[in-house]
């Protein structure tokens, strides 16, 4: 029989999973990748990134931490050459191609719009139907299209398409005298040349995520109060200190003295994955305490010719530099990746991307996301996707009809708008990951129940070596 062709889009995490556990299929995949190496986000980040959660949590089931990294929040260098090793080990680099960025998608084949079956069958590969997939070599300029059987988009969340707040006009950075900049922009600086380029500023940092922490401390290092780093933001979520005994926070984060006390349940900001894990707390809460970190919370804001005008109270923040730390836009990316305007929308036309078991829309055929949903950790998350996923290419299991897909779907998005709320928009399943994983497991014939003994499976917590094949 003809090897269906499969082209992988992306070679972050995901994209890498995406090609081994195709391999272990008997596939031979193509991974396209805009970058000139693997790794996605982890290939150049801020100075002071290190993993969130504990490394047993960030790993490969099959390929666990070397013994030779010892702390329990790797920094970015040492992620980076983990997930290169891996590409190593599993001879995936043969098959990527650097340097390709893909420019549009587009299906040739039925319409999907009054199928009841998912590809009209319910399988992976129907006897008609193909994507053609437009890649741009950005080194030679020339652009290329493939004809391949099935995509799989890992294209990440939370890279490549900044979201920038909107202004009115005169409003807006035009009437600022000082400089504007987006946090990928000061990321993609070389640290020495970021440190440089903050230092003697005064600076404006929109933003509370992890991105804003961590640049609005590197400012406040470089500077101290004489040029004070602001901290402009909206609301307060949770933070976590790093003194984890028996995995426990412990560390008691003096939030209420500085108003930082969230409106939300601490359940709720796990649920959306809007917790942050904040190193060295005392650190931080010094350099407030100092006044080289000010905290600026306000719901609207303007520029002025020199700074930021916060809407509320008429206060002035004079400033050299604003920096938005306002994130990414992982829909609008994974919308305009299809060249049709009809599976654009089936993407962004919902309050958040529901997709069934977080990887097929039941109306776009041929095609699998694998990384777009978050969990507390998107690497395990997304290798039981992708064992998932191939296991479905390789037809070890079929799809409901689409009238169940759907059904399916509707039933997680009421699970998921309990537990994130207002923030339910943010495809998170944080609280939900271990039941999430019982489906996968189910589906694929594996037993949910991977640890030995019930009290160990409902005591002990669950991590990614527990999925390891046996
Ligand atoms: C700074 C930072 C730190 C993080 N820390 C953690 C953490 O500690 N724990 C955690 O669980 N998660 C963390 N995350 C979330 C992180 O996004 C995931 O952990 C994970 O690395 C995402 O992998 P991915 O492969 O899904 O996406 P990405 O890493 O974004 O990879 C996507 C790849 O697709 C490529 N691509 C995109 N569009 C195209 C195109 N059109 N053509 C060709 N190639 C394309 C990109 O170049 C990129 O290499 C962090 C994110 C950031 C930004
Ligand atoms: N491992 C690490 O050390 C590390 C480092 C950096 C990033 N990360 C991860 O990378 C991902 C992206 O993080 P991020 O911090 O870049 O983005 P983010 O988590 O999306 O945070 C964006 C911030 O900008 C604010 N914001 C968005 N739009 C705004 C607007 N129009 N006006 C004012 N404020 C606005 C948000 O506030 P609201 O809450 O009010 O919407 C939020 O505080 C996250 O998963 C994060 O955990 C990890």
New binding site residues.
């Given amino acids: 029989m003809e090897k269906k062709q499969i082209a992988i889009?992306?070679?972050?995490?995901?994209?890498?999973l995406a090609c081994k556990y195709c391999l272990s299929k008997g596939f031979d995949p193509i991974v396209?990748?805009?970058?000139s190496d693997?790794?996605?986000?982890?290939?150049k980040?801020?100075k002071t990134?290190?993993?969130?959660?504990p490394k047993v949590m960030?790993q490969f089931s099959d390929f666990p931490w070397p013994p030779s990294i010892t702390d329990v929040f790797p920094n970015?260098q040492q992620v980076l050459d983990y997930i290169r090793s891996y590409a190593t080990h599993f001879n995936l680099m043969p098959h990527i191609k650097f340097h390709?960025?893909?420019?549009g998608i587009t299906y040739d084949g039925p319409s999907s719009d009054t199928w009841s079956l998912w590809n009209g069958t319910g399988e992976a590969f129907p006897p008609q139907g193909k994507w053609n997939v437009t890649v741009e070599n950005t080194q030679t300029a020339t652009t290329q299209v493939y004809t391949v059987d099935f995509v799989i988009l890992?294209?990440?969340?939370?890279?490549?398409v900044p979201k920038l707040p909107d202004f009115a006009v005169g409003k807006g950075p035009e009437v600022f005298r000082g400089q504007r900049i987006h946090s990928s922009e000061y990321?993609a600086m070389d640290h020495d040349k970021a440190a440089e380029f903050v230092k003697g500023k005064k600076v404006v940092v929109v933003g509370f995520g992890?991105?804003g922490l961590d640049i609005a401390r590197e400012c406040a290092s470089a500077n101290g109060p004489e040029h004070p780093c602001t901290i402009l933001y909206r609301r307060d979520h949770w933070k976590l200190g790093d003194w984890f005994p028996w995995g426990i926070p412990l560390y008691s984060l003096p939030i209420a003295k500085y108003d930082m006390v969230p409106q939300y349940s601490v359940l709720q900001d796990v649920s959306t994955g809007l917790i942050t894990y904040m190193p060295n707390p005392e650190n931080f809460f010094k350099a407030v305490e100092k006044g080289s970190i000010k905290l600026k919370k306000s719901q609207s804001c303007r520029f002025y010719d020199q700074g930021i005008l916060i809407e509320e109270d008429n206060t002035q923040i004079e400033t050299d530099l604003v920096i938005f730390a306002t994130g990414f836009d992982g829909v609008g990316?994974l919308k305009s990746?299809f060249e049709s305007p009809t599976f654009g929308h089936f993407i962004a036309g919902t309050p958040r991307v529901s997709l069934y078991r977080e990887t097929i829309h039941p109306h776009i055929p041929q095609l699998a996301i694998?990384?777009y949903t978050?969990?507390?950790?998107?690497?395990y998350m997304?290798e039981m996707r992708c064992r998932w996923l191939a296991a479905l290419l390789d037809g070890v299991f079929k799809l409901p009809n689409v009238k169940e897909m759907k059904k399916d779907i509707t039933r997680w998005d009421e699970y998921i708008k309990q537990a994130s709320g207002e923030f339910h928009h943010l495809s998170t399943i944080c609280s939900l990951e271990i039941w999430y994983n019982d489906q996968l497991c189910k589906d694929m014939g594996m037993n949910p129940m991977r640890k030995k003994g019930l009290l160990a499976n409902v005591f002990e917590p669950y991590g990614p070596l527990d999925y390891a094949e046996k």
Avoid: P
Avoid at 49 to 53: A, D, E, G, H, P
Avoid at 154 to 160: A, P, Q, V
């Fill in positions: 889009i992306g070679a972050g995490i995901s994209g890498l396209f990748e805009f970058e693997v790794g996605g986000v982890w290939i980040t801020i990134t290190r993993l969130q959660l960030y970015q390709s960025r893909v420019k890992s294209l990440g969340r939370f890279k490549d990321s992890k991105t990316k990746i694998i990384g978050e969990s507390s950790s998107s690497l997304s």
